[in-house]
């Protein structure tokens, strides 16, 4: 077994991590643009690409689904409003989005167009379906089945692909032939292409009866109402695929009530403000019902507040003056009065929505190959379907003339042409279906559907996830390292034992003495000790003459049954400096300090009369959630900076043999501890509470914080859990894997789907099979591509909650 030893030379080497590689310069910024007119994996690629390509771009990374582009760029070489004019004059309409209290009222805005969106949404949906069912009818009397007068007719078919050209069809024909007019061709150009050649096909037929050929105008209706069927489907699953994000983003209220005195009653004493202009340090009412507007410290009040919408935790909690209450969070049973803390983009809810929106935005590295293909596809299919066209005109149907009676006995029944115009028919109706077929809208909706779903299902139950890099890292490990201290522990110190060593003392006593003494002391231990005896409702005892000795003990002149008497508190060393302990007082105290617990000796003048032991408690899940961890195959370690006894006696409750345990390390200790797993090849995740050991979550490939200190844990980790629950941990790599799976999942049909539809459309089974396909039913399989993908996203949304989030 690895062992976790220092290792300075380690500490310098790079890691072997996934994690995102920081900013090449640490003065470059960052800007988020919204880019428009996006339909693909190539749209994407083309963005990237023209983003990249401008002075002081240091890199471009664009989300599909969310329609973001993150660019980062040197300050005074790049402009934000430059790179967004450029994005536009490539035809990609695009703005650089608001910062502060304007970014948040960009987010309800995007909210609130989504919605409106969705909602014409309907007619979209009912005109396809219409088109579709008139398409079908025309196809009805190519097969001979039923022919219903003026609608099974040509001049009606011909009306009716004019009409769907020129109006439902036309934003998808006007961009596919703008994107071909600038050399950028999209999954628009390649339906345009297959559609209009259709369309001027049957127009010919139409306008030269004598060449035999048959009108289909009711194909390009039919593959342009799959498309529109298909595309407005496929949005509305995005657009529940972005549930979580649009769910915090609503939460944020737009009104604040400012009071000038926390202590004034009413509602005559308060005024409306937008919360976007609230200030910290002001004070606002909050009344039951009500969400919170901004972060901020109960002054006056107490009520129950439901936090569920931040942590994932339905129980409502108590909230009392001193207590920290966060945006967005809803306010059930009293009116508080609250001193404003954070505002705008600095309150927790704002960074959630910031932390949601970035990781929609990272992708996972698995997406590299599929982006590098998603480039070139669109180049791709139109060769292939060149190559289609010149193979079964030249070469295919004069060498399998049978092939030609059978596509044609598929397509149209009854007509008769010369071999010639037989020849060019199937042949152009083959290298249609090619182009109508691919999809290079699967590949690009893989990663970003699923990233969006995982990470709004994390946030929704307290688990941020920084984004699809983070996803594949988390798949990848197999190591997992926790801190001790206020990790696998509570971080308080608390009293264990009390010990009285003489007859005349009770436990009682003896805390209620140690607890004088300690009184007005902030060392940890004193508090520990005074946290107990408030706990017992214990009284303390006149007392005068303190003093005390930092890190070692303290001392006080304490009256007892009417006595002065001297009373000594602290180490064994301490005592030392005084007194002459008697021999029988170490046997107790040395198995105190064996089990890991500091140990505190109370003398009464010159004599120890107790014992008070102190140790920091595990949390109570803790056990439970490292024997799940093990079990899921993962090595877990832990490290801390205790002595090295208390770190062995919490790893025996733990069941942690002592190969996996490190004692007495620093801060910089635990980066060399983690890089040396990584240089023995091991992929490792750091569990820390995000204060003291940003330095080691950042080293780690993954860095997992509770969130007990939010504004650290949120710039180091790459996970963030809100309810700072060690069963979290489960919850995160559980939720982690499932996406990451789902992500394998649409790459693979996406690859598969064009690997096995474009040859069939390309005739590849005919000459065995006689099987082809027109390209209305190519484009049908080509938009059910695109939902599949969407839709086996939006799957995790209804896996057994337990398998996603694995709370004890």
Same mark, same amino acid.
């Given at each position: 077994?690895?062992?976790?030893?220092?290792?300075?030379?380690?500490?310098?080497?790079?890691?072997?991590?996934?994690?995102?590689?920081?900013?090449?310069?640490?003065?470059?910024?960052?800007?988020?643009?919204?880019?428009?007119?996006?339909?693909?994996?190539?749209?994407?690629?083309?963005?990237?690409?023209?983003?990249?390509?401008?002075?002081?771009?240091?890199?471009?990374?664009?989300?599909?689904?969310?329609?973001?582009?993150?660019?980062?760029?040197?300050?005074?070489?790049?402009?934000?409003?430059?790179?967004?004019?450029?994005?536009?004059?490539?035809?990609?309409?695009?703005?650089?989005?608001?910062?502060?209290?304007?970014?948040?009222?960009?987010?309800?805005?995007?909210?609130?167009?989504?919605?409106?969106?969705?909602?014409?949404?309907?007619?979209?949906?009912?005109?396809?379906?219409?088109?579709?069912?008139?398409?079908?009818?025309?196809?009805?009397?190519?097969?001979?089945?039923?022919?219903?007068?003026?609608?099974?007719?040509?001049?009606?078919?011909?009306?009716?692909?004019?009409?769907?050209?020129?109006?439902?069809?036309?934003?998808?024909?006007?961009?596919?032939?703008?994107?071909?007019?600038?050399?950028?061709?999209?999954?628009?150009?390649?339906?345009?292409?297959?559609?209009?050649?259709?369309?001027?096909?049957?127009?010919?037929?139409?306008?030269?009866?004598?060449?035999?050929?048959?009108?289909?105008?009711?194909?390009?209706?039919?593959?342009?109402?799959?498309?529109?069927?298909?595309?407005?489907?496929?949005?509305?699953?995005?657009?529940?695929?972005?549930?979580?994000?649009?769910?915090?983003?609503?939460?944020?209220?737009?009104?604040?009530?400012?009071?000038?005195?926390?202590?004034?009653?009413?509602?005559?004493?308060?005024?409306?403000?937008?919360?976007?202009?609230?200030?910290?340090?002001?004070?606002?009412?909050?009344?039951?019902?009500?969400?919170?507007?901004?972060?901020?410290?109960?002054?006056?009040?107490?009520?129950?507040?439901?936090?569920?919408?931040?942590?994932?935790?339905?129980?409502?909690?108590?909230?009392?003056?001193?207590?920290?209450?966060?945006?967005?969070?809803?306010?059930?049973?009293?009116?508080?009065?609250?001193?404003?803390?954070?505002?705008?983009?600095?309150?927790?809810?704002?960074?959630?929505?910031?932390?949601?929106?970035?990781?929609?935005?990272?992708?996972?590295?698995?997406?590299?190959?599929?982006?590098?293909?998603?480039?070139?596809?669109?180049?791709?299919?139109?060769?292939?379907?060149?190559?289609?066209?010149?193979?079964?005109?030249?070469?295919?149907?004069?060498?399998?003339?049978?092939?030609?009676?059978?596509?044609?006995?598929?397509?149209?029944?009854?007509?008769?042409?010369?071999?010639?115009?037989?020849?060019?028919?199937?042949?152009?109706?083959?290298?249609?279906?090619?182009?109508?077929?691919?999809?290079?809208?699967?590949?690009?909706?893989?990663?970003?559907?699923?990233?969006?779903?995982?990470?709004?299902?994390?946030?929704?139950?307290?688990?941020?996830?920084?984004?699809?890099?983070?996803?594949?890292?988390?798949?990848?490990?197999?190591?997992?390292?926790?801190?001790?201290?206020?990790?696998?522990?509570?971080?308080?110190?608390?009293?264990?034992?009390?010990?009285?060593?003489?007859?005349?003392?009770?436990?009682?006593?003896?805390?209620?003495?140690?607890?004088?003494?300690?009184?007005?002391?902030?060392?940890?231990?004193?508090?520990?000790?005074?946290?107990?005896?408030?706990?017992?409702?214990?009284?303390?005892?006149?007392?005068?003459?303190?003093?005390?000795?930092?890190?070692?003990?303290?001392?006080?002149?304490?009256?007892?049954?009417?006595?002065?008497?001297?009373?000594?508190?602290?180490?064994?060393?301490?005592?030392?400096?005084?007194?002459?302990?008697?021999?029988?007082?170490?046997?107790?105290?040395?198995?105190?300090?064996?089990?890991?617990?500091?140990?505190?000796?109370?003398?009464?003048?010159?004599?120890?009369?107790?014992?008070?032991?102190? @140790?920091? /408690? +595990?949390? =109570?899940?803790?056990?439970?959630? &490292?024997?799940?961890?093990? !079990?899921? #195959? *993962?090595?877990?370690?832990?490290?801390?900076?205790?002595?090295?006894?208390?770190?062995?006696?919490?790893?025996?409750?733990?069941?942690?043999?002592?190969?996996?345990?490190?004692?007495?390390?620093?801060?910089?200790?635990?980066?060399?501890?983690?890089?040396?797993?990584?240089?023995?090849?091991?992929?490792?995740?750091?569990?820390?509470?995000?204060?003291?050991?940003?330095?080691?979550?950042?080293?780690?490939?993954?860095?997992?914080?509770?969130?007990?200190?939010?504004?650290?844990?949120?710039?180091?980790?790459?996970?963030?859990?809100?309810?700072?629950?060690?069963?979290?941990?489960?919850?995160?790599?559980?939720?982690?894997?499932?996406?990451?799976?789902?992500?394998?999942?649409?790459?693979?049909?996406?690859?598969?789907?064009?690997?096995?539809?474009?040859?069939?459309? @390309?005739? /590849? +089974?005919? =000459?065995?099979?006689?099987?082809? &396909?027109?390209?209305?039913? !190519?484009? #049908? *399989?080509?938009?059910?591509?695109?939902?599949?993908?969407?839709?086996?996203?939006?799957?995790?949304?209804?896996?057994?909650?337990?398998?996603?989030?694995?709370?004890?």
């Amino acid at each position: 077994m690895t062992q976790l030893a220092p290792d300075p030379q380690a500490a310098a080497a790079p890691a072997a991590s996934l994690k995102a590689a920081p900013k090449v310069d640490p003065e470059a910024e960052t800007t988020v643009l919204d880019v428009g007119g996006m339909m693909c994996a190539g749209c994407v690629s083309a963005v990237e690409k023209q983003l990249k390509q401008q002075p002081g771009v240091i890199s471009a990374t664009v989300n599909l689904v969310t329609e973001v582009a993150a660019v980062d760029y040197q300050p005074g070489q790049a402009d934000p409003q430059a790179l967004a004019q450029g994005l536009t004059d490539a035809g990609y309409p695009s703005q650089p989005r608001a910062g502060g209290a304007a970014a948040l009222s960009a987010e309800r805005s995007w909210a609130e167009r989504k919605q409106q969106e969705q909602q014409q949404q309907l007619g979209k949906i009912a005109i396809a379906i219409l088109l579709l069912a008139l398409s079908t009818i025309g196809h009805l009397k190519h097969f001979g089945w039923l022919e219903v007068p003026i609608l099974s007719s040509i001049g009606f078919h011909c009306g009716l692909a004019t009409l769907t050209l020129l109006f439902p069809a036309r934003e998808i024909l006007v961009d596919g032939a703008q994107g071909l007019r600038r050399g950028r061709p999209n999954m628009n150009s390649l339906v345009s292409l297959g559609a209009f050649s259709a369309y001027l096909t049957s127009g010919v037929a139409l306008l030269f009866p004598g060449l035999g050929w048959e009108c289909f105008f009711d194909e390009p209706v039919m593959l342009l109402s799959f498309i529109l069927l298909g595309r407005t489907l496929e949005q509305r699953a995005r657009f529940r695929a972005a549930d979580a994000l649009r769910s915090l983003i609503s939460l944020q209220p737009s009104r604040a009530r400012l009071i000038a005195n926390p202590q004034a009653e009413g509602e005559s004493s308060s005024v409306d403000i937008p919360a976007s202009q609230v200030q910290a340090g002001e004070w606002l009412r909050v009344l039951p019902g009500e969400k919170v507007p901004v972060d901020g410290v109960v002054e006056t009040g107490q009520t129950t507040v439901d936090e569920s919408m931040l942590t994932g935790e339905s129980i409502p909690v108590t909230k009392q003056p001193g207590d920290d209450v966060s945006a967005g969070t809803l306010n059930q049973t009293g009116a508080i009065a609250l001193r404003v803390s954070r505002t705008g983009d600095q309150t927790t809810l704002a960074q959630m929505i910031h932390l949601v929106e970035t990781a929609q935005t990272r992708k996972a590295p698995i997406q590299g190959l599929a982006d590098r293909i998603s480039g070139y596809f669109t180049y791709g299919v139109l060769a292939l379907s060149l190559l289609t066209f010149l193979f079964w005109y030249w070469v295919g149907l004069p060498l399998w003339p049978a092939v030609l009676h059978t596509a044609l006995g598929h397509w149209h029944q009854g007509h008769q042409m010369t071999q010639t115009a037989s020849t060019l028919l199937v042949s152009l109706k083959l290298a249609i279906a090619v182009v109508v077929i691919a999809c290079p809208c699967a590949l690009g909706l893989a990663t970003p559907t699923a990233i969006l779903v995982g990470s709004g299902l994390g946030a929704e139950r307290g688990l941020l996830i920084r984004g699809g890099d983070v996803l594949e890292a988390v798949h990848g490990l197999d190591t997992l390292v926790f801190d001790k201290t206020g990790t696998l522990t509570r971080g308080q110190p608390e009293v264990t034992d009390c010990l009285p060593l003489v007859a005349d003392l009770s436990a009682e006593q003896l805390l209620q003495i140690a607890a004088t003494v300690e009184q007005g002391t902030r060392h940890p231990l004193a508090q520990a000790i005074q946290a107990a005896a408030e706990a017992q409702s214990l009284t303390l005892l006149p007392a005068q003459d303190f003093q005390t000795d930092a890190g070692l003990g303290a001392a006080a002149t304490v009256t007892m049954d009417k006595q002065d008497r001297t009373v000594r508190l602290g180490s064994q060393d301490y005592l030392k400096l005084a007194i002459s302990p008697e021999p029988t007082v170490w046997e107790p105290a040395e198995a105190m300090m064996q089990s890991g617990r500091s140990v505190v000796f109370v003398a009464i003048d010159e004599r120890v009369v107790g014992l008070l032991a102190v @140790a920091d /408690a +595990l949390r =109570p899940e803790a056990a439970e959630t &490292l024997a799940a961890l093990q !079990a899921m #195959g *993962l090595d877990v370690r832990m490290l801390s900076g205790d002595r090295q006894a208390a770190a062995l006696a919490i790893g025996q409750q733990l069941n942690l043999a002592p190969g996996q345990i490190q004692a007495e390390v620093s801060p910089a200790d635990k980066v060399s501890a983690i890089a040396t797993l990584q240089k023995s090849g091991q992929r490792v995740g750091l569990v820390g509470d995000g204060i003291n050991d940003a330095p080691a979550l950042a080293q780690a490939d993954v860095g997992i914080a509770l969130n007990s200190g939010t504004e650290v844990a949120m710039e180091t980790a790459d996970i963030v859990l809100m309810q700072n629950s060690l069963t979290d941990v489960l919850a995160a790599i559980s939720l982690s894997r499932a996406t990451f799976n789902k992500i394998r999942q649409n790459l693979a049909w996406a690859f598969a789907y064009n690997l096995v539809c474009i040859p069939i459309a @390309a005739g /590849a +089974l005919l =000459p065995a099979f006689g099987l082809a &396909l027109n390209p209305g039913f !190519a484009g #049908g *399989l080509m938009a059910l591509s695109s939902i599949t993908v969407v839709l086996n996203s939006l799957l995790l949304r209804w896996q057994p909650r337990q398998t996603l989030t694995q709370r004890g």
